[in-house]
């Protein structure tokens, strides 16, 4: 299975990528919550999202903050969701997946930051055929010890797809419409996660390198630094000791 998640994790180590996780998270708990209440219980969408902030350790009371701002009264603000698609340095595919309260200005970023970064951007629909969406649930291999078969047994009786494991992680992947419940039986059976999303996965991938891998990282976290950019997903495939030599 490609190391699509390559580029989350070099993110992720940075503090201020963490200070922008904190306002995409703050959107998307705003979101799940203007749409199926404040209750996290009774809200699969709110308590997944509420379970990824506390994961980078956002205040509880930014999350409690986003929660009455959704179901307050005199807040009329409005988000949708807008997936714009293209291709970046390489021929790379890139989807980015926005949250806003202005499509007109998330465009003309977005659009920006293709030109501006050696690639173009496309119509819907251009790149989102070499992507399949998947529920995906991340177990440190470092915080539980498993057994690689029980795992893969356990897994697939509760309705997943399939299991990969690499040194780091095992990665169990759902249909998006069977993710609460492998995710929630999972866990009623001692599992715990380090990630738990639905995220669009690629079929194949892009090997890149050189010039093209440091004008995609470039790309990458230009992306990263709008504030309607919640994912970015990409079939870019980088060896580590290329990413070490542009880290």
Request: with cysteine; aromatic share 8%.
């Amino acid at each position: 299975m490609p190391k699509f998640k390559l580029f989350k994790d070099r993110k992720g180590k940075a503090d201020q990528a963490k200070n922008n996780q904190f306002v995409k998270l703050g959107r998307e708990i705003f979101m799940a919550a203007r749409k199926g209440g404040p209750n996290p219980e009774a809200n699969f969408t709110l308590k997944v999202a509420i379970e990824a902030a506390r994961r980078i350790n956002m205040p509880k009371d930014n999350i409690e903050r986003a929660i009455k701002k959704a179901t307050g009264d005199g807040d009329n603000v409005e988000y949708e969701e807008i997936m714009y698609e293209g291709y970046g340095p390489g021929g790379v595919a890139i989807m980015v997946k926005c949250l806003t309260d202005n499509r007109n200005r998330s465009a003309a970023d977005v659009r920006a930051v293709f030109n501006k970064r050696g690639g173009n951007m496309g119509e819907s629909g251009c790149v989102s055929y070499m992507f399949d969406q998947k529920g995906i649930l991340r177990i440190d291999r470092e915080e539980q010890e498993l057994d690689e078969d029980e795992l893969m047994m356990q897994a697939l009786e509760a309705g997943a797809e399939d299991v990969s494991v690499d040194e780091d992680s095992f990665e169990i992947l759902t249909h998006p419409h069977e993710f609460e419940q492998v995710k929630t039986t999972l866990e009623s059976q001692g599992l715990q996660f380090a990630e738990a999303s639905v995220s669009w996965i690629p079929q194949n991938t892009i090997q890149v390198e050189g010039e093209n891998a440091e004008k995609l990282l470039k790309m990458m976290d230009a992306f990263d630094d709008l504030d309607d950019v919640q994912d970015v997903y990409s079939n870019y495939e980088m060896d580590e000791e290329e990413m070490a030599k542009l880290s």
